[in-house]
């Protein structure tokens, strides 16, 4: 495993890269796609893209939960979680690098 993590500065150096718009264009159009995305999600849409996987936000209900050292009884709000399902593509994908 590595420690690179992939920036948004990278996302749109492989767009100038491979589609040809210039940096700034390549960088303005990775954050409006991002934006769209988060703002979808915020309005509690689900997000889809084809071949690699779904964003959704779950709602979770108000509990009680228990602090592991202490034993004490914790209220747990309710709250909204942002969860990811990889296609199956992309699992496969995943995997497949595994095995090199």
């Known amino acids: 495993m590595t420690d690179k993590t992939l920036t948004r500065m990278d996302l749109a150096e492989a767009v100038h890269n491979q589609v040809g718009l210039s940096r700034n264009d390549s960088a303005d159009l990775v954050e409006s796609i991002l934006s769209h995305v988060s703002d979808a999600l915020v309005d509690g849409e689900t997000v889809k893209i084809s071949s690699f996987g779904t964003f959704s936000v779950r709602e979770k209900a108000a509990r009680i939960g228990r602090n592991p050292k ?10 909204r979680v942002l969860t990811f399902r990889p296609s199956h593509l992309m699992k496969d994908r995943v995997a497949a690098g595994n095995k090199s």
């Open 70 to 79: 202490t034993g004490e009884e914790v209220p747990i709000h309710p709250r």
